[in-house]
């Protein structure tokens, strides 16, 4: 088993409206791409940001570009105009997924 962090196999970008969070998630190589849709569930990004997200977390597959969207809901503790945490408007949590660690079957 060889661990490796999410970064070293897919790029990531956020965004947010209001209390929800989407991150994409695209594989660096095709051929990362079915390891990230067996090991990057809703659940694991759900459990990877147990202490930020209060509600559902759904994933969305966009196969011809080898990639995902996260949509967490309840994720900014209210949205920028209600939250007292650093980053209100989630721009840092494709950076804090990218930390996760999944198995690279080696």
Do not use: C, W
Request: cysteine-free; overall charge neutral; aromatic content about 8%.
């Amino acid at each position: 088993m060889a661990l490796k962090q999410l970064r070293e196999l897919a790029f990531g970008r956020s965004g947010d409206k209001g209390d929800v969070s989407n991150i994409s998630l695209f594989a660096r190589k095709p051929e990362y791409y079915p390891l990230l849709k067996e090991q990057v569930t809703a659940e694991r990004v759900k459990a990877h940001f147990a202490e930020l997200v209060s509600g559902k977390v759904e994933r969305y597959e966009v196969d011809s570009l080898e990639g995902m969207n996260f949509v967490l809901h309840g994720a900014l503790d209210g949205g920028a105009t209600q939250s007292s945490r650093l980053d209100t408007l989630g721009k840092s949590m494709a950076a804090a997924l990218l930390r996760m660690y999944v198995d690279d079957g080696r």
